[in-house]
C-alpha cells in the first residue's frame, strides 16, 4: 500500500476550523480536520495497522504538548467491534497509570460513512512525570476499524483526571466531523470526493 498523505485548506464551514487530512487507509479514505497549526510528525503502515500522528507546528512526536493520533486496523470490523478498541485504548491508560486512572464514555457523534461509533475520554494523572488526557472517537467503515484521538500532556497529578467540558468538548466536536469515505475510481489527493 502506497501511504498518502493530504493536507488541504478547509474550503467549507461545516468543518472545524483549520485543515482537512484525508488519508487512503486500506478499503477506504479517512478525512480528519485537525486545528491547522497542527503539522504531520509521523505517519506508519504495517501488517495492517496504520498510524498517523500529529503535533502543533512547533513540537514532535517525542516531545508534545498536544498529539492528534490517526490508527487503522485493516480487516478488523468482521472481528472487533468500537466497543472492544474502545476498550484495548482504556486498557492501556489503566496501565500506564492505575491509580489515577479515569475513563469516561461520551454520547456518540453520527459520523458520516462510519457503520458504528464509540466516543469517549480517558485520563492519566501521573505517567512519566506528566498527566496524560485524550477525547477519542472509534469508528467502524465496511472493512476497517479507525481511531482518531486528540491528547494533551500536563502537570502530573496524583489523582484521576476528570474531564473540564469547556476544555475537551470543542475537542470531542472536532473529532466527530470526521468522516469515512468509499474511495472513487481513478480519484487521487486531495479526494475532493470526501472533503465535500
Known amino acids: 500500500m502506497r501511504l498518502a498523505l493530504t493536507l ?7 468543518w472545524a476550523d483549520g485543515t482537512i487530512i484525508v488519508s487512503p487507509i486500506y478499503s477506504q479514505l479517512l478525512a480528519v480536520p485537525v486545528p491547522s497549526h497542527f503539522k504531520a510528525g509521523f505517519e506508519h503502515e504495517k501488517s495492517g495497522s496504520y498510524i498517523l500522528e500529529l503535533t502543533p507546528a512547533s513540537e514532535n512526536v517525542d516531545q508534545w504538548s498536544q498529539l492528534i ?3 487503522g486496523a485493516k480487516g478488523l470490523a468482521a472481528q472487533y467491534s468500537v466497543i472492544d478498541m474502545a476498550s484495548n485504548l482504556a486498557e492501556g491508560y489503566q496501565a500506564a497509570c492505575p491509580t489515577s486512572f479515569t475513563a469516561h464514555q461520551l454520547p456518540p457523534p453520527k459520523v458520516r460513512g462510519a457503520t458504528a461509533v464509540f466516543s469517549g475520554y480517558l485520563g492519566c494523572g501521573t505517567v512519566g512525570g506528566q498527566s496524560e488526557a485524550m477525547v477519542f472517537v472509534v469508528l467502524q467503515g465496511k472493512s476497517e476499524i479507525y481511531t482518531v484521538q486528540w491528547a494533551e ?3 502530573a497529578q496524583a489523582t484521576p ?13 472536532t473529532l466527530a466531523l470526521a468522516r469515512i469515505c468509499d474511495k472513487v475510481a481513478g480519484e487521487a489527493a486531495p479526494y475532493p470526493s470526501c472533503t465535500e
Do not use: F
Request: glycine content about 4%; cysteine-free; aromatic content about 4%.
Open 8 to 14: 488541504m485548506l478547509l474550503a467549507a464551514p461545516a
Open 69 to 71: 493520533t490517526v490508527t
Open 161 to 173: 483526571m476528570e474531564p473540564d467540558p469547556v476544555h475537551w468538548r470543542p475537542r470531542a466536536d
Open 153 to 155: 500532556h500536563g502537570p
